[in-house]
Structure formats: structure tokens, C-alpha cells
């Protein structure tokens, strides 16, 4: 008996905003598990921003997905044969490098386990993962907001923002976030216990920023980059702290420009602190604790979107990117 | 008896590098003290590189010099007459902003107390004050350098560098030191205890720090901005921390481009972060202590170029922007 996976191919470099004829869906054999091996049937796909950067030229910390190959992604699966003993048939697992497909063949060392009693499986691809401990890092790794201080989040809707959010309202904080519309605006400052919305649509952010944070921001979490982190700069109180997440912004080149008003940091001593989720995936046992009490707690409201099905994954990516999601984007399968 | 004084006004706005025609030194009516004023005859000018931010068309936190208008800056003198009994004739003391004159009167309130028994009165313009402070602002308070650490210093022959250097070997670090000649370079590896040098216009800094800080630098303190920060960027080990110190760059424009890879910040989890001695200046005291201990125990070379009478001050400063001194340059009246 042979097998066979559907999966998703890069069939040309986006230019600019990627278009769903990028994509190609095609058939590929599937080995059967080796020594040591298993079979892993893709339950929930995870969409994310940065999987952008791995479609352009440039490589990046993500790698550069070869024209034609598979696109990889982080994924919730479940072990359909085993050939581990670590992994038995029925065991769930995550993956980082084997979404955008249906099924795959590993050795069963590639993988992480995942207990179903943590939490609905599909969090480890959100709350539990990439985006949540990213959310963690720029929250409570570098900004480490204090209780009366003024934060702003930026693209807050999303998967990031919108844990970033509640995070920093967590720690007492006041938080203005921003985001593309009045729907997720109503969201942020309902659900989400955001103190202030602004439409970056609709609204001049940095006029905004002046009337309701006259004394300026203690801390920003910035999704953005490009013009929006110029904005920051200015708007920022003295020794005021902004994390760069660059999840979104690099792919039309906003963190590549570079600030024109960086001297506004000297002025003011305001530190800029990159970060990745990379940096405190060796603190995840304790952050997703910490998720899990606040969530007990009430204290956080974990959001999703879900489109079904592989042939839904281009679709999806594409409208992640045009902001036409709330919390984390997944696809189910 | 009425009495003038001679002062430096700004005769045009320097295009790039100043000219000495961009000076004019005239004479100005000085009043006699009213109640509570005194009358300073300068012995000391601070030449800051800073002041060329003044000159320009656009404000700062400086402020902008209006054409024709005296020059501002730094200055240590002696009361020559005084209807102030806080600083009674014979007192020495600071100005920030009576500097390019040979006198001046002001409300005592305006003016610093110099006490000489601290140290030389001019070591108040230097590392007892602006550019100490600043150095102090920059090592201490931002990078904060473990033993150990990689530590990198460029524009190392300054006011401002000098002391940062032995602010960081102080502190237990490795220091990689550049500037611009040989000369410089064996002064920073001898007297001022640097590990390593690298003259800035004679080698490739990028390719030379990746030979000799294989790893990565863990701190770095950029006077220089523009193509160097980005080199820096590029340079930063992972969790590296850049202090921002403005003080030669923005004249040219360095630190308005930004840095066109910003982005490695976020790959890196690197901090950037801008400051000025403004910010320090309420921890004075205590930084000062630190200095004079330092030196006590031998571990702070105090380093000064000076250059004699009023006329010489606009060749000093343009001297200083060329990188034609070392340590803090002064001019003695």
C-alpha cells in the first residue's frame, strides 16, 4: 500500500502582497515510518505573518522556502502509525516545519508532544505557542510594564496584539490599542479590557496619541515598523521603552527602512528592543502556567479564527495578512 | 566705566563642516551687576561637538542660535564683581550657556558653584561634567557591562569615548576601542587600557570586529551613528545592548536615516537605546564621587586638548568635528 499527502507548494515568489496563484496544491508520496518514525495526520494548521518572510529572496532566521517545495508552518497533528515508542498511535503532536500539508513521516525525536489535558490541542499553535510566548516576550521580557503606566499596542487584533493586550492590562497598565477597524476596536476595549481604541484607518495616530497620552507612552509593543514606529518615537515619554515584534512588518521592508526620527530616542532616552519568541522558548513551561492562571482567572480571552480545510490555507494566509482575522488564525483540517 | 566683552556669534549657518567664516568675534557692552547678579570673567570654554546641533536650522534640545547671536555653551569662570552673597568675588563657577565669551552677567541663581578643591576647575566641562556625565550616562547606566563582556567604543579618542573606554575596562569588560588614526590607537591600547583597536578609516570595522569578536558584541557605545550603527547591528551578539550617545552624529545626518537593518535588532533580541547626560544629571554627585575614586586608585586617565584666548575657539571646534583632538577639548582664556 502506498500513501499519498496533499500539500501546499510555492509556486512563485509574492511580489508584494501574495496572491493565491502563488500557491499550488499537489500530491506527494508518503514513505512508510521507519525505525524510530511515525505517521502524523495534520489536525489544525497555524497562520502566521512570518511565513512570509520564508516566500521572499532573502533568507532570514525562518530560512527561504526553494520554488516548488512544500511551505512550512507550525502544526497540531495526530500520530495515525508508529514506529517510536515514545509516540504511540493516537498521541498528539506538534510540529514546526511540517504544516501546509495534510500528512507526514518524521522521526518521532523531530517532534513535541502535546497533552490534549492542557487545553484544546490547536492552543499550542497560538496561546500555547509562537504567538503567545511572543506576546510574553515583548509584554513581560522586554517592556515589563508596571502598574499605572500607559502602553500601545499596535496591530492589536491579532494573534500577537491581542495577548500582548491583555498582558500589559494584567500588570495594571493602561492600554491604548490599535487596530483596522471599529469592529475590532469595539472588541478591544469590550472583550479584551483595552482602556482606549484607535482606528489607525480612520484616525491620525499621532494626533490621537497627543490628546489622550499627553505625558507620552511609558512602554509600545510594535507589530508595525516603517512610519508607524516614527509615530512612536515621538510619542514616546521620556526613558520610555518600545519592543519591535517584527512579525508583520518586514515583508513590505517597514523594519528596513529604519526610523528617520531615531535621534527622538536619544532626546528622550527611549530604548528600541528587538525580540523573537525564540529568546524565551526555554521560559514556555512557565508562560504557558501563567496563561493557564489567567485564563482561569478571567483575565484572558483567547480568540481564533478558524478556516477549514488545506484548500482554505492560501486564502487564509492572505487574509491574516490583510488584517482580516482577530486572534489567532488556524486551519483546521 | 562701562565695560564690553568679546564674544563669538554665529555669522552663518554652517553648510556641513563649519567654516571659520561661519563665526564673527565682536565686541558686546556688558552692564554692571544689578542686585543679586555677578559679573564672570570666563577662564575655561567647553568645545562640544553637540553646539553644532545649535547652529543648524532646526531646533533641538539645545535649542537653535539665532544668527547673529552669541554662541551658547559650557564654561567655567571667576566672579570678578558680585551683588550676589551666595557667590561673593574670587568664586568660581559653572555656565552652561555663557560659554564663546570672555564675561558675562547673570543672576548668581543662574550659575553652578565650582569648589577648586575637587579638582582643576576645568575638569567641571569635562569629566566632572557634560561629557563625563555623558560617558558615565552611556557605560553605567545603559550598557551596563558584566566582566568579561565584549564591549565596543567608537569615537574612543573623545571627550566622551576616553572616559567610556575606561568606564568599561573599569567595570571588568573586554574593550574593542576604534577611532581614526594610529596615533589615537596606541594611545587607547596604552595609557587608557583598551584591549583592541581598530582605526575606523584605515580598515574594514565590520570585518575586523568579525575577526576579533567572533561572538558577537555584547555592548557597544556608538557616538557615530549612521553606517556604523548599522555595522553595529550586524556586529551585536545575541541580547546585545547599544547605547545611542548623539553627541558628532546627527550634524551630518547620521542618526536620521535609521539604520537600514533594524530588523536584525529583532533576530537578535539587541536593545537600542538613546540617552543624553540631561537624564544623569540629578545623580551628579555620586558620579562624580566615582571619578575622583577611579583616579585615585589610577584607574582614569584625564585626558584634555587645550587651545589659548577666544580667537582660537572657532578653529578649536571645528578641530574637535574633525576628530583633530583628544579627550576633551577646552579652550583656556
Redesign the interface.
Known amino acids: 500500500m502506498s500513501r499519498t499527502t496533499r500539500q501546499i507548494v510555492l509556486a512563485a515568489r509574492p511580489q508584494g502582497v501574495p496572491q493565491t496563484a502563488d500557491f499550488r496544491i499537489e500530491d506527494a508520496p508518503l514513505a512508510e515510518p521507519g525505525e524510530g518514525e511515525v505517521l502524523v495526520r495534520n489536525l489544525w494548521l497555524s497562520v502566521d505573518p512570518y511565513m512570509r518572510i520564508a516566500m521572499g529572496e532573502e533568507g532570514?532566521?525562518h530560512g527561504t522556502v526553494p520554488l516548488g517545495d512544500p511551505i512550512s508552518g507550525g502544526a497540531v497533528g495526530e500520530v495515525i502509525a508508529s514506529r517510536a515508542e515514545a509516540l504511540p498511535k493516537g498521541s498528539f503532536v506538534m510540529s514546526r516545519a511540517h504544516g501546509w500539508r495534510e500528512a507526514y513521516v518524521v522521526p518521532a525525536a523531530d517532534l513535541v508532544p502535546v497533552d490534549p489535558a492542557t487545553g484544546p490541542v490547536q492552543r499550542h499553535l497560538g496561546l500555547y505557542g509562537l504567538t503567545g510566548i511572543t506576546a510574553w516576550g515583548g509584554v513581560r521580557g522586554v517592556l515589563d510594564p508596571q502598574p499605572g503606566e500607559t502602553v500601545f499596542v499596535n496591530a492589536a487584533a491579532g494573534a500577537v496584539g491581542s495577548v500582548a493586550v491583555q498582558l500589559a492590562k494584567a500588570a495594571g497598565a493602561r492600554v491604548i490599542a490599535s487596530a483596522g477597524s471599529a469592529e475590532k476596536g469595539a472588541w478591544l476595549t469590550g472583550a479584551l479590557g483595552a482602556d482606549q481604541f484607535i482606528d489607525y484607518r480612520e484616525e491620525d495616530v499621532a494626533a490621537r496619541l497627543a490628546e489622550i497620552a499627553p505625558s507620552g507612552l511609558d512602554a509600545a509593543f510594535d507589530n508595525v515598523?516603517g512610519n508607524q514606529l516614527e509615530i512612536l518615537l515621538d510619542a514616546m515619554a521620556?526613558?520610555g521603552r518600545i519592543a519591535?515584534?517584527?512579525a508583520i512588518a518586514?515583508y513590505d521592508g517597514a523594519?528596513?527602512?529604519?526610523?528617520?526620527?531615531?535621534?527622538?530616542?536619544?532626546?528622550?532616552?527611549?530604548?528600541?528592543?528587538?525580540?523573537?519568541a525564540g529568546?524565551y522558548f526555554d521560559r514556555a513551561g512557565e508562560i504557558i502556567s501563567e496563561f493557564a492562571a489567567l485564563e482561569r482567572a478571567g483575565k484572558l480571552v483567547v480568540a481564533e479564527t478558524v478556516a477549514h480545510g488545506l484548500d482554505a490555507m492560501p486564502g487564509a494566509f492572505i487574509d491574516l495578512l490583510a488584517g482580516r482575522s482577530r486572534g489567532k488564525m488556524l486551519v483546521k483540517l
Do not use: D, M
Open positions: 532570514s532566521l515598523g521620556p526613558r519591535l515584534c517584527g518586514r523594519y528596513r527602512a529604519g526610523p528617520a526620527n531615531l535621534f527622538a530616542a536619544i532626546e528622550k532616552h527611549v530604548s528600541l528592543t528587538g525580540f523573537n529568546f
